[in-house]
């Protein structure tokens, strides 16, 4: 396909380095500039004596650069994919081989995105799954002594009560003399520790985002107990696991923290479509690493799926998905009740750009939608929806999406957002996509005029 | 739902404090609670049954449907490429060039897309300036826009309150500024009646609105200021009477300032202005706001006396009275004894009238004067506020031409590329280029770090044309010992010029 000047500065993580792409996308700042068709790839000169080499995979596209930078993609790749595609220049040479390095990257993202693995013999795979048993049944020993254990501290803390939380950890500060190291989150981490060593990592998040709730908002105390009230359910769940169904006994363990592996995954077979990039939300999570969250909604099978990606190492997200643009590719969903979380294979940006979906225009029958799958999944927390034809409407300080019917739900403000979407709408009906959280749509995008808009 | 406020309570105080009601159980029971389990149990499963039922049973709310649409857009809304230039505008990588997407959206008859209209809207509440700016672009949406938004309509609603004795200071003065145009004469009445209950301040703001209309009888109304017992009063009233043409106050200032200079001929030398210092101050002097204490300009209190008439006159009258242009003027002044004085003077009174040929005659005496010890503790500074571009790129452009090599630090040509808010003309622009080009080709002092050419690039690459962006790429010397201490700032130099002309031709389309 072809890539013009915004899909590619689209890519960039910042404006910053858009901005620095754009400056190195001049034939002057490279040593050499090469290409056989499938990836293009150069020597970018750097202020002093070592040259960065640099190297685009065009199918994707994916990016690599020996340069020190921890933005991702950094200034070369998008320099040099400005270059390839923008520039008006045929200074690439194009080479009959591509270098060592280059062809060794290539090789092992194909090998990634699909490619078939070595076969194993019958022998070697009845051993792994041997091996695979007995590590599992260990983990579910230990999950279940954790489990008897949350249990206990979840009704000694309704016992004692929540308000008794902030004096428990300030006794805890007195007695370490501490003074700034320790906080309220001190009390939730004590318990968390105790989780993620009987191998139930995921209440354990769980219950060191606790600390974040803390005090937050006056009704604190009753969004703490929502979410205990979530926890005492997979406890009471997990006690009972194997008179579950299979889907819902998956759906606990993964609440728990044992995710099908990313390689089990891969070996299914996904879902294929045009997959339009709806939302996007990025932050910080409670270890302090950058999260994204990327709703794609497919455009023939009509299906949510939610890629989830972390940034520990502060090196950038591993793709690119710019909002508002369609990739073709295959999705693989984590198994669940309601599967929405997932990744994708092999896939690729489209030369589309969102301008519309067919959503709900009906906001009794969207809420009916939810309030089965909700019965389904009772730990449901954030459930994507687009609506089409819905009009933004200030009611009280309170901006709602109202249908035709004028049934109206809340909207979630962030910054402007609110002004945002009643802009975009000039009093006309929009599109909209969203998460909603049972009591409030969070707006992530919006198409108004053929045109999608991000929040 | 009261059982969830309830059960809440009861886990923030503990149940080994309260119990739990027998009602509250019961309810519990019948949401589906096991009947035996414990206050503790039954308040976990109660509350997760009733957030999952309140979340399950979301009612929407029934809002009417208000049908404000807005109109039709009459200007079409800028494209794709330029919705992205804007982005990258105000996300903060080219944020200084949003004053000229702005122009260049008007100009092409385009209008901004709707969702960057609301935090501009909310930027124009403190500054004014973006407002004039973007007014011109927020199309038919923004109107409607501003009409949803009580806090936006006083960006297009300049109500004046209507009853003068009990408006706050700030809309007195706008109701004062509106009778100003409309009557002028009702302003300066309004003025003298309010003005024995006004403060010093209040006072002296009224009667920068009473200026903004200069007749006849402002001028009889700041005679009679001049002898206003408050310092503060009497000052505001010379400037303004300073200000007007043929005033009194200027013609009598004046005539004394006649009356101590004379022109000496000789024969083998240019003219020589010859001054004679004022020797007494009477009470009409003081009353013209001279202050015989005040010792501002070197020379004592009586040349400060002459410094301080010569500020307040218009600098035209110097150009009819001696039917000379403002250099020759300049040049009288400084062969005189008391050059610098004058001089000095001569700034102050071009800063009071803001007269563009004497700005241009003081910035062009100040860059290329050759006796730089003489002239150095001459301020030029807030003259170059006020330079037009065509002034500014005159003067400039005179400097560069004299710079031979280097621009110092603290030159008049650095302060003035450093702090120009005018637009460079090409030969300007490549002048400046050409000289640093020619400077790092030749410098070998990697740790010098220069750090006026970087403001100066800076700047630059904001204020010159950007289609000169091609031209500028070329004869940067990549070979020079410090081009890597300087590629950086080259780089992001000419990505802003790219930028910018990407961003022009973006929306010519």
């Known amino acids: 396909m072809h890539w013009t000047v915004d899909q590619i500065l689209a890519l960039a993580p910042d404006p910053n380095t858009a901005k620095r792409g754009q400056g190195l996308a001049t034939q002057r700042k490279w040593l050499s500039l090469e290409t056989d068709g499938r990836a293009v790839w150069g020597q970018c000169k750097s202020s002093g004596s070592a040259h960065y080499e640099t190297a685009v995979d065009l199918k994707g596209p994916a990016f690599r650069c020996n340069c020190p930078s921890r933005k991702f993609p950094c200034k070369h790749a998008i320099g040099l994919l400005l270059l390839a595609y923008a520039a008006d220049t045929d200074g690439f040479r194009v080479a009959a081989e591509m270098p060592e390095a280059v062809q060794t990257w290539i090789e092992k993202r194909d090998n990634k995105s699909g490619q078939p693995q070595k076969e194993r013999t019958e022998e070697e795979i009845k051993k792994s799954e041997e091996r695979k048993a007995k590590t599992f049944n260990a983990r579910m020993d230990s999950m279940q002594e954790g489990i008897k254990d949350l249990e206990n501290w979840l009704q000694d803390l309704i016992r004692v009560g929540l308000a008794s939380v902030e004096s428990s950890a300030s006794d805890m500060m007195t007695v370490r003399r501490s003074t700034k190291a320790h906080n309220s989150s001190e009390f939730w981490n004590t318990i968390a520790k105790r989780m993620v060593d009987a191998k139930l990592s995921g209440l354990g998040r769980r219950i060191r985002e606790l600390s974040l709730i803390q005090g937050a908002t006056p009704d604190w105390p009753a969004r703490i107990l929502a979410e205990l009230s979530d926890l005492y359910l997979v406890v009471k769940g997990f006690e009972k696991l194997e008179e579950l169904p299979e889907k819902l006994q998956k759906e606990i363990l993964s609440l728990s923290g044992i995710n099908t592996p990313k390689d089990e995954l891969l070996s299914q077979k996904g879902i294929e479509d045009e997959w339009m990039v709806v939302g996007q939300f990025e932050g910080m999570n409670i270890d302090h690493a950058a999260v994204r969250r990327t709703w794609f909604l497919g455009q023939e099978t009509g299906k949510y799926a939610l890629v989830l990606e972390y940034d520990y190492r502060n090196e950038g997200f591993p793709f690119h998905w710019p909002k508002g643009r369609v990739f073709k590719g295959e999705m693989l969903f984590y198994p669940s009740i309601f599967p929405m979380r997932a990744i994708m294979r092999n896939h690729q940006i489209t030369e589309h750009a969102v301008d519309g979906w067919g959503g709900c225009e009906n906001m009794e029958e969207f809420l009916a939608d939810y309030a089965k799958t909700l019965g389904q999944n009772p730990w449901l927390v954030d459930y994507p929806i687009a609506f089409t034809n819905v009009y933004p409407q200030m009611n009280d300080g309170v901006l709602y999406l109202v249908d035709e019917n004028q049934k109206g739900i809340p909207l979630l403000n962030v910054g402007s957002s609110n002004w945002k979407i009643l802009a975009l709408s000039g009093g006309n009906p929009i599109e909209v996509f969203g998460e909603w959280t049972g009591e409030v749509l969070n707006p992530l995008g919006i198409v108004a005029d053929y045109r999608y808009v991000g929040l | ?509």
């Open chain 2, 1 to 509: 739902m009261g059982i969830e406020k309830e059960i809440s309570r009861i886990a923030l105080v503990g149940t080994q404090r309260t119990q739990l009601p027998a009602e509250v159980r019961q309810q519990l029971v019948s949401l589906g609670v096991k009947k035996d389990a414990s206050d503790e149990e039954m308040i976990l499963t109660g509350a997760a049954l009733v957030t999952k039922i309140k979340k399950s049973n979301f009612i929407p709310q029934q809002i009417p449907l208000a049908k404000s649409e807005a109109k039709e857009e009459s200007e079409q809304v800028c494209g794709p490429r330029s919705i992205k230039h804007l982005y990258m505008i105000v996300d903060g990588a080219f944020e200084n060039a949003l004053p000229e997407f702005l122009f260049n959206l008007s100009k092409h008859d385009k209008c901004l897309p709707p969702e960057i209209l609301p935090d501009l809207l909310d930027q124009s509440l403190t500054s004014p300036e973006l407002w004039s700016k973007l007014k011109h672009s927020i199309g038919k949406r923004g109107e409607w826009l501003i009409q949803q938004n009580e806090d936006w309509h006083r960006l297009i609603t300049q109500t004046i309150p209507a009853n003068w004795d009990e408006a706050s200071n700030d809309d007195r003065l706008r109701i004062l500024s509106k009778v100003r145009k409309e009557v002028p004469g009702r302003a300066i009445d309004m003025v003298r009646e309010a003005w024995p209950q006004e403060s010093v301040n209040q006072r002296i703001k009224f009667l920068k609105v009473l200026e903004t209309v200069k007749d006849k009888e402002l001028e009889s109304y700041m005679e009679t200021l001049l002898d206003d017992r408050r310092k503060e009063v009497r000052r505001t009233a010379v400037q303004v009477l300073a200000k007007m043409p043929d005033s009194a106050l200027s013609n009598r200032i004046f005539d004394r300032l006649k009356s101590l200079m004379s022109i000496k001929k000789r024969m083998l030398k240019k003219d020589k202005l010859e001054i004679q210092l004022p020797d007494k101050l009477d009470d009409s002097m003081i009353r013209d706001g001279i202050d015989p204490r005040v010792q501002w300009f070197k020379g004592g209190v009586k040349a400060s006396r002459l410094g301080q008439m010569v500020a307040l006159i218009s600098p035209s009258k110097w150009t009819s009275h001696f039917e000379v242009p403002a250099s020759e003027v300049l040049e009288m002044f400084v062969r005189s004894d008391w050059g610098e004085l004058l001089i000095q003077a001569m700034v102050e009174a071009t800063n009071l009238h803001k007269d563009e040929d004497w700005i241009e005659a003081l910035l062009s005496f100040r860059i290329e004067s050759k006796d730089r010890q003489r002239w150095q503790n001459l301020n030029v500074s807030r003259l170059m506020e006020d330079v037009s571009d065509k002034v500014f790129n005159q003067v400039a452009i005179k400097g560069m031409k004299q710079a031979k090599g280097l621009l110092e630090e603290n030159s008049p040509i650095t302060t003035l590329l450093k702090n120009s808010v005018s637009l460079w003309e090409d030969e300007l622009t490549l002048l400046v280029m050409k000289n640093l080009q020619t400077w790092l080709a030749g410098e070998t002092s990697r740790y010098w770090n220069g750090w006026h050419y970087r403001t100066i690039l800076k700047k630059a690459a904001f204020t010159c044309n950007p289609f000169l962006h091609d031209q500028l790429t070329a004869d940067w010397p990549e070979e020079s010992r410090i081009w890597s201490s300087w590629e950086k700032e080259i780089e992001e130099f000419l990505s802003t010029l790219y930028f910018r002309k990407k961003m022009v031709e973006g929306l010519v389309r």
